[in-house]
């Protein structure tokens, strides 16, 4: 499983800038001329089986919420998580699922050190 679009050796389609037409290329990040209008400026695409791709549509029916912990859980595993592939409600509720986890661990460490200090 990658981590990064970038070290993807199954990523192969581009998305043109010009026309949107999503078209497959050798290289994704030297690609050949758009079909549709000969643009050489495109945006490469994640392969098909990349989690990142994966979890907006698992979670889809599910909500932003669910969709936010599964991007959260993909981010600890240690996948790359692009802010791009994010939209707004899932990335506030990344931002607060990251931050109830920190809360989390400090109060078990404050925790552990109490316990430490009573013995």
């Given at each position: 499983?990658?981590?990064?679009?970038?070290?993807?050796?199954?990523?192969?389609?581009?998305?043109?800038?010009r026309c949107y037409r999503t078209f497959e290329t050798p290289d994704p990040f030297v690609p050949e001329p758009c079909p549709e209008c000969g643009s050489r400026k495109s945006t490469p695409?994640?392969?098909?089986?990349?989690?990142?791709?994966?979890i907006?549509?698992?979670c889809a029916?599910?909500?932003a919420f669910n969709a936010a912990v599964q991007y959260f859980e993909a981010h600890?595993?240690?996948l790359h998580v692009d802010l791009r592939d994010l939209?707004?409600?899932?990335?506030?509720?990344f931002q607060i699922i990251s931050q109830e986890r920190q809360r989390y661990v400090d109060e078990l460490r404050a925790k552990q050190e109490?316990?430490?200090?009573s013995r």
């Open positions: 499983m990658c981590v990064d679009i970038n070290l993807c050796p199954d990523a192969r389609e581009v998305t043109c800038s695409e994640r392969c098909a089986h990349c989690p990142v791709v994966i907006p549509a698992a029916r599910h909500g600890q595993l240690g939209d707004a409600e899932v990335y506030k509720g109490e316990e430490g200090c």
